[in-house]
Every structure is written in structure tokens, then in C-alpha cells.
């Protein structure tokens, strides 16, 4: 199963000390990313602020996991592209479009890449993966219902500080294995 780690929670799993790069290899969960989130991962690993643990593991999280996109012809005059094209992108589901669409962008002033844009694709790859997002916004609850789900940092840490080890902390959230993390 994937795995996506979405941005704002890479400071949360260094600052913890927790490394889901180590913890996941070998494991039935695979690491990956968006093209957003490898973009905002790369911002990451270059920002003078970040701590050193923080910027390793954004560059772990781009060297270990795998590029997933939904396929998609983007417009040639943005820098960054949400969507992979031929032989890369998957296709989307009508609930994950839906998703997508019904979570409102807006302009960035910080960066090329819109507000909400990596959040609108993460929450449409939860129907499949495991996303885990440090962000409250309710538009995490648009995911579609599948094997995936979207967990909250806050939730995730409760776990992770009884399991020791992040794949085992994240088998207590398939949904199949789901069980309230007190």
C-alpha cells in the first residue's frame, strides 16, 4: 500500500524522531509522492530554516519513494504540473475527480503551486493510500471511501509513540485493521 507524507508533517515526523524512510523499507508500504509534494519536498530540503533532521528526510522521502500522478495534459506555461503524462500517470476515478474538483484552489503568493492543490490530490489518492497530513482543513474529509484513508498527524503520534516504529503504527489504520488509536 502507499503511503504519501504530505509536507507539513515532515518537520512533525524529525522533530519526533520518527523516520518513515528506515521504518517503511522492507515493509508492505511503499513511499510516495506527487509531483506536488515532490516539488514542495525539494522546497524542503533547500529552505535555510529547516532543521537538519527535516531536510533529510524531505531528500529520503524524493531518493525512497515513487512518483504518483494521475494522468493529465498540464498547461505548459506553469512550472509545476499535478498530473503525469503517458507510461507515468494513473487514471482517475469518477469519485476522485469529484474530489479533486470540489476542493477550492487559490492563488499562492508563496510559491507556483496553487493553495489546496497538493491537499486536492492527496485527498483523492486516500481512497488507495495512507495520507498523513498535519492540515485540519475539512476538506481532508472529501476522501473517497476505499482501502486508503487520510490520518492526522496528531492521531498518528498517539500511535507512534506506543508502537516505536511507523509501519507498525500505520497497520493500526488500514481500515481493515482499524482500531481507535486512546
Not at 494521475?70 to 504540473?81: A, E, I, K
Amino acid at each position: 500500500m502507499d503511503v504519501m507524507i504530505d509536507s507539513c508533517v515532515v518537520d512533525s515526523f524529525a522533530s519526533e524522531g520518527f523516520d518513515p524512510v528506515a521504518d517503511l523499507r522492507g515493509t508492505e508500504f511503499n513511499l510516495a509522492y506527487t509531483p506536488d509534494l515532490q516539488f514542495e519536498y525539494r522546497q524542503k530540503a533547500d529552505h535555510e530554516a529547516a532543521s537538519a533532521s527535516a531536510k533529510a528526510l524531505a531528500l529520503g522521502l524524493l531518493q525512497s519513494g515513487s512518483l504518483r500522478g494521475f494522468f493529465g495534459f498540464g498547461d505548459s506555461t506553469q512550472p509545476v504540473q499535478p498530473y503525469l503524462g503517458f507510461d507515468q500517470g494513473i487514471w482517475v476515478d469518477p469519485d476522485q475527480a469529484e474530489a479533486i474538483r470540489s476542493i477550492r484552489t487559490r492563488k499562492n503568493r508563496k510559491g507556483p503551486i496553487p493553495r489546496n492543490r497538493t491537499d486536492g490530490g492527496l485527498v483523492a489518492f486516500a481512497k488507495n493510500a495512507l495520507v498523513v497530513t498535519n492540515d485540519r482543513g475539512s476538506h481532508w474529509k472529501q476522501a473517497p471511501q476505499g482501502k486508503g484513508r487520510v490520518i492526522q498527524w496528531v492521531e498518528l503520534l498517539v500511535v507512534l509513540r506506543k508502537e516505536g516504529n511507523v509501519a507498525k503504527a500505520l497497520r493500526k489504520f488500514i481500515p481493515a485493521n482499524r482500531v481507535s488509536p486512546r
